[in-house]
């Protein structure tokens, strides 16, 4: 009789604790998810994107920063964009006429911009981080 024994992996499916071994296929332990009723034999292997970058890649998509725009600034695909925020149901704010307009500056860079007074006046500004670096965008409101 095989008893099963609990084990501390996730499932890669559901992401549940509760795991059991079921067995060995090609000489590789396998287990089952009792939530999910999910087999796997490894860890799920693939390349993942660090939660920082995914969690940046959407405020720039709330912010009005195109998918494109995006993939250039962090790196990342425009298509893992869309999924994200397809995952998430992320929609933008209703159409304005303000198109934002963005920065990249070292922190010293920052410093300066905002020691400009006529930096500060006449629009909104969001500053995040990326890295090292910072990402002021800027909204117009008065021309």
Not at 35 to 58: M, P
Not at 105 to 125: P, R
Request: charged share 30%; aromatic share 12%.
């Amino acid at each position: 009789m095989n008893v099963s024994k609990k084990v501390k992996k996730t499932c890669p499916k559901c992401q549940s604790r509760e795991v059991v071994k079921s067995g060995i296929i090609n000489d590789k332990q396998r287990f089952k998810c009792k939530d999910c009723l999910y087999y796997f034999t490894v860890d799920k292997i693939g390349k993942q994107v660090d939660n920082y970058y995914i969690i940046k890649a959407l405020q720039l998509y709330v912010e009005g920063v195109s998918y494109r725009e995006i993939e250039r600034l962090l790196g990342v695909s425009h298509v893992s964009v869309m999924k994200w925020v397809k995952k998430f149901q992320l929609t933008r704010p209703v159409k304005t006429v303000y198109k934002p307009s963005y920065k990249i500056l070292k922190h010293q860079e920052l410093i300066d911009f905002y020691a400009q007074e006529e930096n500060l006046k006449g629009a909104g500004m969001i500053v995040t981080e990326l890295g090292d670096k910072y990402m002021l965008i800027k909204w117009d409101r008065f021309k």
